[in-house]
Nanobody
């Protein structure tokens, strides 16, 4: 069982930056692939990024590629999402997730989910 808690959301102006953090419980954090997803009002949950258990492989949605960076610190049981050049369309609740199947995670199939943190980008 893994518990995930996101933090770092807030209100920023377009063009600004935020770094989201996700704290994970458990002793087997490094065995999980991690990901970030987001859901805007009235929209379905959207894949943002994934990172493999060891941190050597990352995948990004086209919409955030070049602007967002996912990273992890297994010693601290933490995963991060650095978001730069934010756009109003990035406004959403951002969710941290953990999963055993990396490919499946790109389709939103994950084993554990955090409760989300709100990111609002003003124009």
């Amino acid at each position: 069982q893994v518990q995930l808690v996101e933090s770092g959301g807030g209100l920023v102006q377009a063009g600004g930056s935020l770094r989201l953090s996700c704290a994970a419980s458990g002793r087997t954090f490094s065995s999980y692939n991690m990901g970030w997803f987001r859901q805007a009002p009235g929209k379905e949950r959207e894949f943002v990024a994934t990172i493999s258990g060891g941190g050597s492989s990352t995948t990004y949605a086209d919409s955030v590629k070049g602007r967002f960076t996912i990273s992890r610190d297994n010693a601290k049981n933490m995963v991060y999402l650095q978001m730069n050049s934010l756009k109003p369309e990035d406004t959403a609740v951002y969710y941290c997730a953990a999963g055993r199947r990396l490919t499946a995670m790109t389709f939103g199939i994950c084993d554990y989910w955090g409760r989300g943190t709100q990111v609002t980008v003003s124009s």
